[in-house]
């Protein structure tokens, strides 16, 4: 936990001095520990500042809008607070607007890629669950080095590494120049880009855990990135009472008595009624997809959903 106070450096910066005294006198030794002006972190030990690192990304609360305008080439990482008292499901608004980039979430020891966009639905075939999907518009995407002719992704086996890039941390409102990553590979199984730009995208991630810290990366591949990240507090999921299922056939789940609770991460639904692009879950977590097929739902008359193999609705209408 961070303590805030006002101490005495025996130099112009914290970079360039070798003692931190305080906070009260000014005149003593400060205890050995960790000291930041907000941009790099020193060690104290023994009364003697050790040598200078990188402050690590600062927490971000969920619920607040985080993103990068006219972004330089970089890895952007932020670590979202979403707190330990409530479980349930993350839901993580991702809008990229035009320069496609990747995204990576890791949260209680586990990778999440997987995105269904309002426009375009789910996004993620084929794409290994530990890397980034890049994602974005193909007409906006940058190429390996200009004038060369050849696109960012897909790359053309065998793919030849990026250079190394800089790090920015997210240190609310800001982005701190945080040194530079290793070289960074991205394979064609990555390619998440399309034609048409997917608009706002939907992550559902478990929270079934006390686990409070979510580490993101937007891995920002060209120059003049821009996006908009919203990760939201976690809760409860949705719920859609169906009253008829059938794996093959609207019809047969029109006629089907089968009742069954399922669960939304909504991306053009509403918490009362799904919509195209919705996952759907058997619990309120978001941790079991529900089983392809057709659902037969009641609003207001007997309608019906299905579901694909990806966990998404695909087709809808009324019975």
């Given at each position: 936990m961070a303590t805030f106070g006002t101490y005495t450096i025996n130099g112009p910066d914290l970079l360039s001095s070798t003692v931190v005294f305080g906070p009260s006198p000014a005149t003593t030794v400060a205890p050995d520990g960790l000291y930041s002006d907000g941009t790099t972190v020193r060690q104290q030990i023994s009364g003697v500042l050790q040598a200078v690192e990188a402050c690590?990304?600062?927490s971000s609360e969920?619920?607040?809008p985080v993103e990068a305008t006219n972004g330089n080439v970089?890895?952007?990482k932020m670590t979202v607070d979403v707190g330990t008292a409530t479980t349930g499901a993350i839901r993580v608004r991702f809008l990229v607007y035009a320069v496609p980039d990747g995204i990576l979430v890791e949260y209680n020891g586990n990778f999440y890629n997987k995105l269904s966009s309002e426009v375009l639905g789910y996004m993620n075939?084929?794409?290994?669950a530990n890397l980034p999907i890049y994602v974005g518009k193909t007409s906006d995407l940058c190429e390996t080095s200009p004038g060369s002719g050849v696109p960012m992704v897909p790359c053309v086996g065998p793919c030849t590494p990026l250079a190394a890039l800089p790090i920015y941390n997210y240190n609310s409102p800001s982005w701190v120049d945080s040194g530079t990553t290793g070289a960074v590979t991205i394979l064609a199984t990555q390619d998440g880009i399309t034609a048409t730009a997917p608009e706002t995208m939907v992550m559902i991630i478990p929270k079934n855990s006390v686990t409070s810290s979510m580490d993101i990366t937007i891995y920002g591949i060209c120059d003049d990135t821009a996006?908009?990240?919203?990760?939201e507090c976690p809760g409860v999921l949705p719920s859609t009472?169906?009253?008829g299922f059938d794996a093959a056939s609207f019809a047969?789940?029109?006629?089907d008595a089968t009742a069954l609770t399922v669960y939304r991460g909504k991306v053009n639904?509403?918490?009362a009624l799904p919509d195209y692009f919705d996952w759907v879950y058997t619990d309120n977590q978001g941790v079991t997809p529900a089983t392809a097929g057709f659902y037969k739902y009641v609003d207001g008359v007997n309608k019906w959903f299905e579901v694909s193999s990806d966990g998404v609705i695909v087709g809808m209408g009324t019975c």
């Open positions: 690590p990304a600062c969920c619920d607040i970089g890895l952007y075939t084929g794409i290994a996006w908009q990240l919203i990760v009472a169906t009253t047969n789940a029109c006629a639904g509403t918490d």
